[in-house]
């Protein structure tokens, strides 16, 4: 459902993803990992049209995005690491607006909506500005948007920043049964936790190269680790020295 080919993005001499060659198959929750700056954030607005790649392709349910972007955009959902929304909307107004987006109106949508505000614990607030919402209340939103066209693809960057414990285990319901119903969610998280427990593959990205791909057990034996968790097995392939150089400063 998401193809990417050698996928590079640079900034004059340099490479924040170098050449990435990746496949998540429907009905996948894929996670994403990597250290601050490894380039997990630039792979996914790539992947959702909002940065245009310096070499590569993606592809969206079969959908060149760059040949036909409208055609594969409308296969996906994207939800940000920042859940910037038009403050002067209404909660309902805004999942109007952006399911209008995607050319979808009328009956159904407004069913939607309100299942998904409700699902969230904002039915009582859709029809308060989105100015008087929290943080949290905004990311709900903002997730809920996502969801509103029912797109066959999400892409997701740190989707638990700023949830409630209730609020971020609705949202695990929801990926597990979405991708249960055969969709596909790509999810870039800091929460190694939530990527163990959650994620059916697992990939770990550093200096804008994918340093290891696959289930926990594929990953133990990149590491040559056979019984580590997943923080153990990320710090080894990604910053075990300076987690060790730090040690040695405190102790000095």
Request: charged share 25%; hydrophobic share 40%; aromatic share 8%.
């Amino acid at each position: 459902m998401i193809q990417l080919s050698a996928l590079t993005k640079k900034y004059g001499n340099f490479t924040a993803v170098d050449a990435i060659d990746l496949f998540v198959p429907k009905g996948e929750l894929f996670g994403f990992l990597g250290p601050n700056g490894a380039g997990k954030t630039t792979t996914l607005r790539m992947i959702a049209g909002i940065l245009r790649p310096t070499a590569g392709t993606v592809s969206i349910a079969g959908q060149d995005l760059a040949a036909d972007p409208m055609a594969a955009k409308a296969r996906l959902g994207f939800i940000p690491d920042r859940p910037f929304i038009y403050e002067k909307l209404t909660g309902m107004e805004f999942l109007r607006f952006v399911a209008g987006l995607y050319r979808e109106e009328g009956a159904t949508i407004e069913q939607r909506a309100r299942e998904l505000l409700a699902i969230f614990d904002l039915e009582d607030w859709r029809d308060e500005l989105v100015e008087s919402y929290s943080h949290g209340m905004r990311q709900k939103l903002i997730i809920s948007s996502a969801f509103v066209h029912r797109p066959e693809v999400i892409v997701v960057d740190e989707p638990m920043v700023g949830l409630d414990p209730k609020a971020a285990k609705t949202l695990k319901d929801l990926f597990r049964e979405y991708t249960r119903r055969g969709h596909t969610i790509m999810m870039s998280t800091h929460t190694l936790e939530v990527a163990q427990t959650m994620c059916d593959r697992i990939g770990i990205i550093q200096k804008g190269k994918i340093r290891a791909c696959g289930t926990m057990d594929d990953l133990r034996r990149n590491a040559e680790r056979g019984d580590e968790g997943l923080e153990e097995i990320f710090l080894r392939l990604t910053g075990e020295s300076a987690a060790r150089g730090l040690v040695e400063v405190l102790d000095a």
